[in-house]
């Protein structure tokens, strides 16, 4: 019997002939939320390297601290899991430290590499017992019978032969080099290749907001990168893809000002999505820097976020952001006030990264410039992209003959408008009692 796979009906033999299809495409939708990064100035650690870090990372060997120390980390994990650290300091001096010919260097450059500090034990049968101190604490210890059996560890590598008697070696020297203007340009110019959603940066420096904010157009405007810069008290950039912290909190004693208040809300912009956060409430804050009611209406028009003290009916106290806004205030016809809403812009945000992921895994090149390749594509812009925003009430209910796609100027182009209603939160009452 003859078989096979078929193209027309236009077989000559009897038989059976089979192709095996999808009926779609195998595309899902990007997750919305992604990565904040912070960039630190570390006197321990890797310099100009993007790191990912998470709670389960050993801080003291990575960054040269406890992640209580670590302020800008520890409130990030508030609002994230998925942060990743830049060391804008220089690679600086290694401490070292010898005892004869035996050396200890420190695995990195740095002040932090002089809390080092290394002691050998000898023993009856001239063995040695090697321990590593990093700020008082132990993190290490070999017992070995020479120096060549010695195994580098997180802080320091060893060299030289083993002192004939007891030694301890503090090391000194370590020195760090300081972070310069060039430093952050190449974190901006190194933040081109990664895939982040915020990036959270606390300065009194209006050089860096300045960079960043334009760095943050470019990215949105030229290249179809949908990311954002949390700072602090900065709304001169007018733009919705920045955002300006303008007051701080309080956890208990612990002062937390707004240019550190800003990396716990980059952190839950971030991974917000298409949730709210006008009224998300700050992690552990017990109080803020209290404004009157003018001046927070007056900070509100001017595009800062505010934090709030939320005195609850039940009894429960709460510091909560005031409104999920960013800095843009130019309102045009082609841009309104759905701009300024920060759950509106991550909703925009979503769809405009699903559509560029689909059209350029699935079409580009893939697929031809017909109305069977367009309907195609709207249909998956549809099936992927919209219908979950609706289900999810990120937006209305929309109308499929509202989406129109039709061949643009030239035939390698393909011409899109599509018309949608985003939705924003609840956020003011207007009620009348008719008392009776």
């Known amino acids: 019997m003859a078989g096979g796979r078929w193209e027309h009906q236009n077989k000559a033999r009897p038989g059976a002939y089979l192709n095996f299809e999808t009926n779609d495409l195998v595309a899902t939708g990007l997750d919305s939320g992604g990565a904040v990064v912070i960039p630190l100035k570390l006197d321990w650690g890797e310099s100009g390297k993007f790191i990912k870090v998470s709670p389960n990372t050993r801080f003291t060997e990575l960054l040269g601290r406890s992640l209580g120390e670590l302020k800008p980390i520890r409130e990030a994990f508030k609002g ?185 809300y980059g952190a839950a912009y971030a991974s917000a999505g298409t949730q709210s956060l006008t009224y998300a409430e700050y992690p552990g804050a017990t109080d803020c820097e209290r404004l009157t009611n003018d001046e927070i209406i007056k900070a509100l028009k001017e595009g800062h976020i505010v934090f709030t003290y939320n005195q609850g009916a039940d009894g429960i106290d709460k510091v909560v952001v005031e409104q999920d806004i960013n800095t843009f205030r130019s309102i045009t016809p082609k841009k309104n006030q759905d701009f300024r809403k920060g759950k509106i812009v991550r909703q925009m945000d979503i769809v405009s990264d699903n559509v560029q992921h689909i059209w350029s895994r699935f079409f580009i090149g893939k697929v031809d410039n017909n109305e069977d390749g367009r309907n195609l594509f709207k249909g998956q812009i549809m099936s992927v992209v919209l219908d979950p925003l609706v289900r999810r009430g990120a937006i209305e209910p929309y109308n499929p003959d509202e989406l129109i796609f039709e061949q643009g100027a030239e035939k390698d182009a393909v011409l899109a408008t599509m018309g949608l209603k985003f939705v924003d939160a609840m956020e003011k009452l207007y009620m009348t009692v008719d008392c009776k």
């Open 80 to 264: 994230n899991g998925n942060v990743i650290v830049y060391n804008l300091n220089g690679e600086g001096d290694k401490a070292t430290a010898t005892s004869g010919t035996f050396t200890a260097t420190a695995d990195h450059g740095g002040t932090d590499g002089n809390k080092i500090t290394v002691t050998v034990s000898i023993g009856l049968d001239d063995s040695a017992i090697v321990r590593t101190f990093y700020n008082g604490d132990r993190v290490d210890s070999q017992m070995v019978a020479t120096a060549a059996e010695l195994e580098p560890n997180a802080f320091v590598t060893f060299g030289g032969d083993l002192p004939t008697e007891d030694a301890t070696l503090t090391l000194t020297g370590g020195d760090t080099t300081e972070a310069t203007n060039d430093a952050w340009a190449d974190l901006a110019a190194g933040l081109d290749t990664q895939i982040f959603k915020s990036i959270a940066i606390g300065t009194d420096d209006e050089t860096v907001k300045t960079l960043f904010s334009l760095k943050i157009r470019q990215w949105r405007e030229n290249e179809g990168k949908n990311v954002n810069l949390i700072t602090n008290d900065y709304n001169a950039a007018d733009f919705e893809g920045v955002v300006s912290v303008l007051n701080g909190v309080y956890l208990g004693d612990e002062f937390i000002p707004a240019d550190e208040a800003v990396y716990w």
